[in-house]
């Protein structure tokens, strides 16, 4: 690919701190408003912009390094269990960064790689605290 390099990596760190307290805002917001016992949604805004910055910006290795320092404040801020996050992030990024070069940069294309993602990260996350023994899902529940 014929890829300008990406010199604005402060922007890419200022959107995605944004998009960090964006999450955890909208997050208490749906809280206040589902009245579901299953719980209220999960928007995963950092996570789609991870994953649009992974797909959109050239070849850089500094994406899997801010999605780890992310994953770090995302765990230390929302969950107060740290390592969840922070692994299942990087991992992510770093996984789609080897996608990019065989993947279209269409918009239906990083959207069908998002929802792939989200699903990958909520069974790595149910998994990992499953491990833990931080979660625990009775059979009534299914």
Known sequence: MN???????WVS??????????DGTV??????????PAGPGVPQILLMM???VAIFVPD???IVWMALVFGVLMDMYYTGIIGVNALILPLLTYLVRQLRPY????????????II??????????????????TDVSSSYW
């Open 13 to 22: 760190a200022v959107a995605l701190f944004l998009a960090l307290l964006f």
């Open 27 to 36: 997050t208490q917001i749906l809280a206040i408003w589902s009245k579901s």
């Open 117 to 134: 993602a989200v699903a990958v990260q909520m069974f790595g996350e149910y998994a990992l605290l499953h491990f833990m023994g931080q």
């Open 60 to 62: 850089d290795n500094w």
């Open 50 to 52: 991870l994953i649009f």
């Open 103 to 114: 993947v279209a940069h269409t918009s239906v294309v990083t959207w069908a790689i998002f």
């Open 3 to 9: 890829d300008k390099p990406f010199t604005r990596h």
